[in-house]
C-alpha cells in the first residue's frame, strides 16, 4: 500500500471511525490496530483541545474551566475542526459558540477578537502608511492615492471591550461620542495594537476589501457626517491599518 494512501487511511480512520482502516493496512490483527488508532485519536483530540486553550485563553477564563472544557470537547469533535489544521482550529469556534444557546454575547464577541488578535499577530509583515507620508502631497494627489489594508489589519466585535478592559484601558468606555461600533486591531510594528473603531472607520474598513483611492474612502460617509469620513482615515492612518498596494 502506497504511503500516501495509508496516511489518508489513518486520518479517515481517525475522524470517521476504524472502519476506514483497510484490513491489510497493518499486522498484528484488527484488535491491537484499533488499540493503537484509539490511542493516537485520543492524542490528536488533546492536542486539539490543548490548541483551544492556549488560542482563547480570556475566553475560557470569561466562561469558566468547566464550560469552556465541555463546549471544547464538542467543538473539536464537529466535521469542520477536524478538517483544519492545529494552527487553524480556532478559525470557527466562535461561531461554533454563537450556535450555542448558553454561551453569552460578551463570550462569543470575546472568541471572535482572541481570533483576530491571533490572525494579526501571525500576518505578513509590511510598512504602513503614515500621516507624515503624506506631508508633501496636494490634495489632488491625496485624494487619488490608492490605498489598501494592512495585512495584519482586522475588525473585532465592540462587545468583547468589557473583558479587555484590564489590558487597555478606557476601550469599554470606548467614547459613546466617538461612535465606537468595533474594535480594530493592528501591527504597523512588532506589536499588536488595539483601538476603538467608529462606524465611519467599520464603513470604510469594509470598502478595503479591495484597494480603494483616499476619495472613496472620504465619500464613504453619509454626506450629513460632515468631517467623519476624512476622521476616519486619519485614524486608521494613525493606527497603521493601511498600506499602499502591491
Known sequence: MRLETLQRAMIDAIDMGPDHVPDAAF????????????????????????????TFPR???????????RLSRAFVETAAAKSRPLSLIGSGFGAFLNDQRETSTDAIALAAFEWAWLESYHAAERDA???????????????????????AARIAPIEAAAALENEVPGLAEADADAGAEAILL???????????????????FALLG???????????????????????????????AL????
Not at 499486522?27 to 492536542?47: E, K, P, W
Not at 475566553?59 to 472544557?69: P, S
Not at 479591495?210 to 482615515?233: H, I, R
Request: one cysteine or more; charged letters at 15%; glycine letters at 6%.
Open 59 to 69: 475566553t475560557r477564563t470569561l466562561i469558566g474551566e468547566q464550560a469552556f472544557n
Open 186 to 204: 493592528t501591527r504597523p510594528q512588532a506589536d499588536v495594537l488595539i483601538a476603538p473603531a467608529s462606524t465611519a472607520m467599520v464603513r470604510q
Open 27 to 54: 499486522a498484528g490483527g484488527r484488535q491491537r490496530v484499533l488499540r493503537g488508532l484509539a490511542v493516537h485519536a485520543n492524542t490528536i483530540s488533546h492536542a486539539r483541545l490543548v490548541a483551544l486553550e492556549e
Open 129 to 151: 502608511l503614515a500621516l507624515s507620508d503624506f506631508a508633501d502631497a496636494d490634495e489632488q494627489a491625496l485624494l487619488n492615492t490608492i490605498v489598501a489594508l494592512h495585512p
Open 210 to 240: 479591495a484597494p480603494q483611492p483616499f476619495c472613496n474612502l472620504l465619500g464613504s460617509v453619509d454626506e450629513q457626517a460632515g468631517a467623519q469620513g476624512l476622521q476616519a482615515s486619519i485614524a486608521m492612518l494613525k493606527a497603521g
Open 243 to 246: 498600506v499602499l498596494p502591491r
